[in-house]
């Protein structure tokens, strides 16, 4: 792997769209030729190394580069947006879209993301070591089909709509997150390690969520079939297995309903 | 003589009442009487005579004092302004006509700024959910005609909307409710006992924040599955009483308000109320509407989605394509997070509305108002422009919260020299075209731009 590395040395002033900082666009490229890269603060043009200090070479191919971001990036949207391959890895936060409709590589933020995290994700892994804000591997507003595929992990907590209109992939938020868990999800899995408050799996028709901590408001539109013994992300434990949204329209299969589970860790 | 004028709109709330009477002075400049308003409907005409009324645009001087200036120099400033910033905020439009909106769309395309309207702090959940989900949604007139069971979820027209409940949904005789409110089932969803839920037949008492779970419970019982004994502080055979009462019912029509849409989860509380409202036509016909504050505030929906494709949260700072997504576009959020260097409130008062905070960040740039009136955001501004008020000084198309539109009047002469949203705001478009050695396309094209009477001005 080829590493480039960015060092921001100044503050904008509102936030710059950095949707041109990802393997695929750097590929090939000479740290100048980086430096040149348009990216945008409100409709103002301006140049990546306007802010960032650009070092090191990047391989010819996204998959042979790696980009090293050696500051905060608290103000910058779209980190490895639409990346394909190769790898990102920030040293703090990062704003909104960090892998937003990512399709491959990896993504590792070592402080906290804020919304729109993995949004419309189709393959690839994200990492947060810190806190997320709302919609991560949400769909986008408007969208049915949200996150396709990939893993995304939250190491802290995560606020609400977590894998909305999500069809396939893994989430994992490590601590607690708010409410929306899944909502119209039709397929995918979500692993909630700490509590929700509730909505978990509302107006869901397909996949699966495990809650190893606690629901305060569990929906009426699940009902506990059965006790089971699983392991998921190196947790074994007995869960309480439900099925729903019971309220919401499911497919067919062998003449039976296929509904989505809820495994919620038993006390 | 003093004169009547007849089938006059109202400016006021979303009911957008179209069949109200003023009575206007010999000189047509005030408004003597009304009749059909309601109170609050009759207040706004009454308003226009307020001799206290600012009619020059005032600008905030060094010392905080304020002066007047010029129409010509307010346009100037508010031009410039707008040019300078690198992403100014435009938002508001509770208050105007369509052409109005139409020619901020015009402004704001120009200054790549972000085009926002109330629905940010109001139904903006609403549009998330219909983007999401649909809406299978109807006219009043409709309502009037056909629904027997109505359900008000988290809203209170008997305050909000005063004439709502006499004109469509509760007591007026249709076509086929010819008893009027004796053949209709009244369903209010309110933590309170607002007046609206006295008037109900059921009045199921939720608690606060818990609306998707209820509405949870009732498509789990309309699908014919059980569901625990209490649910959102409701009981189980309550739960099982209004589901049948709906089931049964030949048309049912939900109205939601505030209550439904700005509770935890917001847009999924409507989201599943549509959701609702489709498993209800697998038994009757049913239908859903938004309880629309302001008798306008439909329109920036309608004439933003027809300018750019988007109706609310628009963000045209690319200069390429238009960018949607609340969250991040929207108001509030670009307020707390400092996002925006430039706002200009029309026709709402962002000072009264927003978070204090987000008022805080919004204060470290220019901040302009265009409003007939002296409101809380007018009264911090660097510059408050008065203009005409629609509907009372100046007719224009106005969409009532069912979408439907409606041509409004103007029953009296506004102020001599204060201009109308659409005159004021086609003039700051000049003036940044002017400024930035540009051709003024919009208003080149202004006939087809809006194709109203006043095209040949
Ligand atoms: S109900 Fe609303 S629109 Fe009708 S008169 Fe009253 S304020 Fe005006």
Redesign the pocket.
């Known amino acids: 792997m080829a590493l480039v590395t960015l060092k921001p040395y100044k503050e904008p002033e509102l936030y710059l769209e950095c949707n041109n900082i990802s393997p695929d666009a750097f590929a090939g490229k000479t740290a100048a030729e980086i430096s040149e890269l348009e990216v945008r603060e409100g409709k103002t043009r301006v140049r990546l190394g306007d802010y960032f200090e650009v070092s090191g070479k990047p391989g010819d191919t996204a998959e042979q580069t790696e980009i090293h971001i050696a500051g905060d990036c608290s103000r910058i949207k779209y980190l490895g947006t639409k990346m394909t391959a190769g790898s990102i890895k920030v040293d703090g936060n990062a704003d909104m879209y960090v892998g937003g409709w990512m399709k491959g590589g990896k993504i590792h933020v070592t402080g906290n993301v804020h919304s729109f995290c993995g949004i419309a994700m189709e393959g690839g892994e994200i990492t947060v070591d810190g806190n997320a804000e709302n919609y991560v591997g949400s769909a986008y507003r408007g969208d049915w089909r949200g996150m396709r595929g990939g893993t995304i992990r939250i190491r802290g907590n995560a606020g609400n709509d977590i894998g909305t209109f999500m069809l396939g992939g893994t989430i994992i938020i490590e601590k607690n997150a708010f409410i929306h868990v899944s909502t119209h999800a039709e397929g995918g899995c979500v692993v909630i390690k700490g509590d929700v408050e509730g909505r978990v799996g509302g107006q869901m028709v397909k996949g699966d969520i495990y809650v190893l901590g606690k629901i305060q408001y569990m929906l009426p539109g699940f009902k506990k079939i059965a006790t089971v013994e699983k392991e998921i992300d190196g947790v074994s434990a007995r869960f309480n297995h439900y099925i729903g949204d019971l309220g919401e329209r499911h497919p067919r299969s062998k003449g039976k309903e296929i509904y989505a589970n809820l495994f919620v860790m038993a006390s | 003589m003093p004169k009547w004028i007849t089938q006059v709109g109202?400016p006021?709330?979303g009911?957008?009442?179209d069949d109200?009477e003023v009575l206007v002075s010999d000189d047509g400049k005030k408004v003597l009487e009304t009749r059909?308003?309601?109170v609050?409907?009759n207040e706004i005409f009454h308003h226009a005579s307020n001799p206290n009324r600012p009619t020059r645009p005032r600008m905030r001087q060094e010392d905080g004092t304020v002066k007047e200036i010029t129409y010509d120099e307010a346009i100037d400033y508010t031009a410039k302004a707008l040019l300078k910033a690198k992403k100014p905020l435009i938002y508001g439009f509770g208050s105007t006509n369509c052409e109005g909106m139409s020619a901020v769309g015009r402004v704001a395309e120009k200054a790549g700024a972000v085009l926002d309207n109330c629905a940010s702090i109001c139904h903006g959940p609403s549009f998330l959910a219909i983007f999401d989900n649909g809406y299978p949604s109807c006219t009043l007139g409709e309502v009037k005609n056909r629904a027997d069971v109505v359900l008000f979820w988290g809203c209170n027209p008997m305050h909000a909307?005063?004439?709502?409940t006499s004109r469509y949904s509760i007591f007026p005789r249709g076509f086929f409710t010819t008893k009027g409110n004796m053949q209709r089932t009244i369903i209010c969803v309110d933590p309170r006992e607002t007046d609206t839920a006295k008037l109900a037949d059921i009045h199921l008492m939720i608690d606060q924040g818990h609306d998707y779970e209820l509405f949870d419970a009732f498509r789990t019982v309309l699908r014919g599955h059980d569901i625990p004994d209490v649910v959102a502080g409701i009981k189980k055979e309550q739960i099982l009483e209004a589901a049948g009462k709906m089931k049964n019912g030949r048309f049912v029509m939900i109205f939601y308000g505030m209550g439904c849409c700005h509770t935890d989860g917001r847009n999924h509380n409507v989201d599943i109320a549509i959701s609702t409202t489709r498993d209800l036509n697998s038994h009757t016909k049913a239908s859903i509407m938004a309880m629309r504050g302001h008798?306008n505030i439909a329109g920036p929906g309608q004439v933003w989605s027809w300018q750019f494709g988007f109706p609310y949260c628009v963000d045209l700072s690319r200069g390429t394509h238009a960018h949607m997504n609340p969250g991040e576009t929207s108001s509030i959020d670009l307020a707390m997070r400092d996002e925006v260097d430039c706002f200009v409130n029309v026709g709402t008062d962002a000072g009264a509305h927003f978070p204090i905070e987000a008022v805080r960040h919004l204060k470290k740039h220019p901040f302009i108002t265009v409003d007939p009136n002296i409101c809380m955001a007018s009264e911090i501004s660097d510059l408050h422009i008065p203009v005409r008020i629609v509907g009372v000084e100046e007719p224009g198309v106005v969409y009532r919260m069912d979408n439907v539109p409606i041509q409004f009047k103007k029953v009296v002469d506004g102020p001599d020299g204060v201009l109308s949203d659409e005159e004021l705001f086609d003039r700051v478009y000049e003036r940044m075209c002017e400024l930035t050695e540009t051709e003024p396309i919009w208003i080149l094209n202004r006939g087809h731009a809006h194709g109203s009477s006043t095209a040949e001005q």
């Open positions: 109202c006021y709330c009911s957008s009442c109200l059909n308003a309601c609050i409907g909307h005063p004439r709502h008798y």
